[in-house]
């Protein structure tokens, strides 16, 4: 399904989610980050070389917005790592759709990591695999993927992608 | 002629309760550890069998920080070799994993060609070209194979060591580990995906880490946040061959009487349902062992440790870069024969364990905690004298017995 037939209203509207997604995260609104997704939902966070090869293994996997609030509250209140900022710098999506009712996006993402010391590295890099579906007239994901090429992880990974 | 870095010059009459700060980030004390530990009588973890299905088949991966290649042959044996080319040194094999269809390893520069066993086969223009140049006529193939790694098959787990000196697997690993090895290799398995972890900190801090039951309920805090284990579940520490170990917890012997100790010292560990989970699925798994362990954590120094954390199996591989640094891979995997259920169970567990593990991603930073904060004063020692002052096995969490035996067998190791 080509692009052409997705109208300007729709891609404004994928484009929000995708930016809104990230500002919430690199804002630190974290507790806000589980409503982008759908009750039921698929967030995982899965480092190339496992998913080319049809392995599982994910760093995070969630398969429904409850789990993603635990994620938030064990970040805030139970898990040890030091102050850390991210900083999300996303590529224009590619989106299709076949029925105008599930959207699937693909849009690649770097993520920059500073912490107390001052210094901004590039924490993890990789691409955005989406279904996106309409809930109650908003768009939300059904399905975020983030295959990340940068497999191995610097310390530990709290903050999700 | 044994060199011995002032680094290592332990302080007098403390046994193995101070270990100076300065082994933790000399170079000096780090090649010395190559030398005599990766490179030396150790058995040290290259890949599961499961990696290697098929004659070809290989994987890249480290003995210390010596790159090495395990092959599979066209004998179905299994080999490993120092992924380094006999000619000029260049790295051979520049893959991760893959299969050599026609068996060959062949490097890239001047296409010299080595087999699954590591022996020279082929050196482009041996003879010349037109009678001209080529290598001399003495020169003899079977003098420049590569450097070769003993290899051994425990279990479906292949190790690799490059001393003669090394003894049998099973000698090496001691009674307890051994057991534990049979136990979580019950039958074949099935690789599920590996994640690795970059971390700024000397490798031996990690196996301290491994070896330290007293810091679970304190440093990880998961579980007692959502009130959902205790410090008081039973369990231990068993030491085999001093540097190996076994961290156990058995969940049917919760002893009630302990947890009023723990209440009473109000420390962050114990939490009455602070905060609960809103999604409990993440808790949900299987009984698969015939016996009541819900966790194990064992470690084959210097460079392995295997856990089984609920429903979640894995290797951990050590592998130092420098004296700074260290990277940790993680393969986990399950068996041939799970249930879709229990491989859903696993699957969602892994939220709980590795590099974003919601119950241990701790680990990688306390070892970069205590990397940052021993730059000077290397003379200086750390302490290690919860349980007493002696090595081995302990039947409780709050003991760093393991972490001595550990000492006490570098230090053999070292010849310090």
């Known amino acids: 399904m080509s692009n052409t037939n997705i109208s300007l209203e729709l891609k404004n509207e994928v484009n929000q989610l995708l930016d809104a997604y990230v500002q919430c995260i690199d804002d630190d609104n974290l507790e806000h980050w589980p409503d982008f997704f759908t009750e039921n939902c698929l967030y995982q966070v899965i480092p190339r070389e496992n998913h080319e090869i049809g392995q599982p293994t994910a760093v995070m996997w969630c398969d429904s917005q409850g789990m993603l609030r635990d994620r938030i509250t064990a970040l805030r209140h139970a898990n040890i790592y030091q102050v850390q900022w991210y900083r999300h710098i996303t590529s224009h999506p590619v989106i299709s759709t076949e029925d105008g009712n599930t959207i699937k996006v693909q849009s690649n993402y770097a993520v920059f990591k500073t912490c107390n010391d001052g210094e901004s590295t590039v924490y993890n890099v990789g691409r955005y695999v989406d279904v996106i579906v309409r809930e109650n007239g908003v768009l939300k994901f059904k399905e975020r993927t983030a295959i990340y090429d940068t497999h191995r992880i610097t310390t530990l990974m709290v903050i999700p992608i | ?416």
């Open chain 2, 1 to 416: 002629m044994t060199i011995t870095p002032a680094h290592l010059k332990w302080p007098a009459g403390t046994d193995y309760t101070a270990v100076p700060y300065s082994i933790f980030n000399s170079r000096e004390v780090y090649d010395l550890e190559q030398e005599k530990i990766h490179n030396g009588p150790t058995w040290n973890y290259l890949a599961t069998e499961a990696e290697l299905p098929e004659k070809g088949s290989f994987k890249s991966t480290y003995i210390g920080d010596t790159p090495v290649v395990v092959t599979r042959g066209q004998d179905n044996e299994i080999y490993a070799w120092v992924n380094r080319c006999a000619h000029r040194g260049a790295e051979i094999c520049r893959e991760r994993h893959g299969k050599s269809e026609d068996g060959a390893y062949t490097c890239v520069y001047h296409q010299w060609a080595f087999d699954a066993k590591g022996d020279l086969r082929g050196v482009p223009f041996q003879r010349g070209l037109g009678g001209k140049g080529g290598m001399p006529k003495e020169f003899d193939k079977t003098e420049h194979s590569l450097r070769k790694v003993r290899v051994v098959n425990y279990c479906g787990v292949i190790f690799g060591t490059f001393s003669d000196d090394t003894p049998d697997i099973e000698s090496y690993m001691g009674e307890d580990v051994s057991y534990h090895f049979k136990r979580i290799m019950k039958g074949p398995i099935e690789v599920l995906g590996h994640t690795r972890q970059y971390i700024a900190g000397n490798w031996k801090f990690y196996s301290e880490n491994t070896k330290d039951p007293y810091h679970a309920s304190l440093l990880h805090l998961f579980h007692p946040t959502f009130g959902i284990y205790r410090a008081s579940l039973g369990g231990g520490t068993i030491v085999n061959n001093d540097v190996h170990s076994v961290l156990w917890v058995e969940s049917s012997k919760e002893d009630e009487s302990k947890l009023d100790d723990v209440k009473s010292d109000k420390t962050r560990t114990y939490q009455e349902g602070t905060y609960q989970l809103a999604d409990m699925s993440l808790l949900a798994g299987a009984k698969e062992f015939d016996d009541d362990t819900t966790t194990v954590i064992f470690s084959l120094f210097p460079s392995l440790v295997v856990h089984q954390i609920q429903n979640t199996l894995a290797f951990r591989q050590i592998l130092p870069k420098n004296e700074n640094e260290f990277e940790l891979v993680w393969t986990f995997f399950g068996y041939a024969d799970d249930t879709e259920e229990l491989r859903r169970y696993r699957l969602k567990q892994l939220n709980l364990v590795g590099p974003a593990g919601l119950i241990s991603m701790e680990d990688g930073e306390s070892t970069e905690l205590c990397q940052k904060a021993i730059v000077r004063d290397g003379d200086y020692t750390n302490v290690l004298e919860m349980g007493g002052v002696g090595t081995g096995t302990d039947d409780h969490f709050v003991t760093e017995g393991a972490i001595r035996s550990l000492w006490k067998g570098y230090r053999k190791l070292m010849d310090v």
